[in-house]
């Protein structure tokens, strides 16, 4: 059955497939109590979801001209959270992304939220590579004194051996750091690119470094919204100024197919700070195109 956009069921695209029979799944995890700045990423995975019917009415020219209803995806709800608890939160996060054995597309939520998804990941698959755009470099050794919070996450993931740094790549940067966070992360192996450079790059040259970083292995794609500009993404606890634009992004994605992606999380909307549904359009549209790459 075909609905105009504002009907269509409040699942991601509208999806309605069996959690058994679907090949991906989809799952909000509404978290934000390890923020730095401006709360409200919580609200997220029902913004996204809500903003994602607009992209039901048409099919899409990059995922072979798929037709959303038929793709077989489900959308399994919220992950339980320890509310005002974020290492309890963490273990939870992580028992609930440890049932899942297909490829799992998250909605935070904060930042936070993609180290126990890779905890999880890692006990299957073992370390995996990253690809990760963000404004922030998010390898802080702390937030302010709290141990885990979205500026750490990364951090944690490369101590606890869950991410190969030398397979990860960052795009996006820009915004302030002490030296020392920089100078710790590229002597990991880490390769950092900068809002400026991709700027002056161009999206094919971009994606083929990606691919050239991560190699053909199993990696994980983690999408900060604002890596996207504060002009282009307002919604968003941390904006920063001279980012990526949607299109830069979406050119991105569509030219890494082929890549073995393991799972994949875009987080950090916070709706309430946008008054026009940018951001989580926005959020839905990269969704939507990250999909895309699993088959």
Partial sequence: MHYPTFAVPPTFLGASANPDEAKALVAGIPLDIGVTNRPGARFAPLAIRHASRMLTDGQNPAMGWRDPAQLPIADIGDFEIALGDIEA????????????????????????????????????????GLIHFDAHIDTWPDNFGQVFGHGSVFYHAINEGLIDPRRMIQIGIRSPMPREVWDWTVGKGVTILSAEEVHESSPAAVAELIREKVGGDGTYLSIDIDAL????????????????????????????HGLSIAGM???????AYDVAEITSLAAASLAWQMLGLLW
């Fill in 265 to 271: 999380d875009v987080v950090e909307v916070a709706p």
């Fill in 229 to 256: 500009d504060a002009a282009q993404a307002p919604g968003t606890g941390t904006p920063e100024v001279g980012g990526l634009f949607t299109w830069q992004m979406m050119a991105i994605l569509k030219r890494l």
């Fill in 89 to 128: 939160s963490l273990k939870l996060i992580e028992d609930q992304a440890a049932k899942i054995a297909k490829p799992l597309l998250s909605f935070g939520g904060e930042h936070t939220v993609t180290l126990p998804l890779l905890r999880a990941l890692s006990k299957r698959a073992g370390p995996v």
